[in-house]
């Protein structure tokens, strides 16, 4: 059966790009972007199966340098105002989807 997740999860999705919901690109490079993502599919009557026989290789990539200002890193601290800021944000935006999944942006 489906997989139930938890508000954290950030699946690897495939679909096609006709029925899927676009992300909201106010998470653009900040993070929460695919957390966000999978919340509205699920929202919008989305399931996640897993496929037993298949595998996805995602390679690494560096934090981009507003996702370092927003969470840190080893070498610095993270920008307090913006993460609040993004924090908000994200509470707004899974709000808005409890309310009315149609109501959030999304625009890229």
């Known amino acids: ?26 998470f653009r490079g900040y993070g929460w972007d ?5 919340n509205q599919l699920r929202a919008e009557g989305f399931s996640y199966y897993l496929l037993p026989h298949h595998f996805v290789i995602a390679r690494y990539h560096q934090p981009t340098p507003t996702a370092v200002r927003v969470f840190g890193s080893s070498e610095t601290d993270s920008d307090q105002f913006l993460r609040m800021r993004m924090e908000w944000l994200y509470n707004r935006f899974i709000a808005q989807l409890a309310d009315d999944p149609a109501s959030v942006p999304a625009v890229s």
């Open 1 to 26: 059966g489906p997989l139930q997740a938890g508000e954290a999860f950030e699946p690897f999705v495939l679909g096609g790009r006709s029925v899927l919901p676009l992300y909201d690109e106010r």
């Open 34 to 38: 695919k957390t966000t993502h999978a």
